[in-house]
């Protein structure tokens, strides 16, 4: 049987990450293999803002862990794990950190953001192989 390239298994502590911006940090699971869709991990660590942004790419997700006021076109809301959100492409759209625990967002973006991929082949060695990613 040929070896695929994305893993049916994903083990995070083994997966890309990258510094989007001071205070948020982004881990790449899926998206680096020719998917049609990205599903990474952003944490806006305590005491930091992602700034309001809109990019062209469907984002939808849930809260991972921690709480941050979560703000998506004109609503705004203090959410924790466990809360679902939808971003369509191009609503404004920030938010931030709330307490002592990094906010994680577990996001699925459609298509795959090509400017993560951009920004991790330009900031760290090349990604471990899908045999190193999959979890034992």
Partial sequence: MPQRE???FINPTQAPKLTQLPGLETTI???LHGEKMMMVLNATLP?????????????????YSGQAVLRIGDEERIVKKGDFY???GGVPHSDTCIGDEPFVMLDIFYPVRE???SKL????????SASDSISK
């Fill in 115 to 117: 400017d993560f991929v």
């Fill in 29 to 31: 699971l899926t998206g």
């Fill in 47 to 63: 005491g930091h803002t992602v700034p309001l942004h809109s990019h062209p790419h469907e984002q939808i997700g849930m809260v």
């Fill in 86 to 88: 939808c971003i369509p």
């Fill in 121 to 128: 082949e330009q900031t760290s060695p090349p990604s471990p």
């Fill in 6 to 8: 994305t893993p049916y």
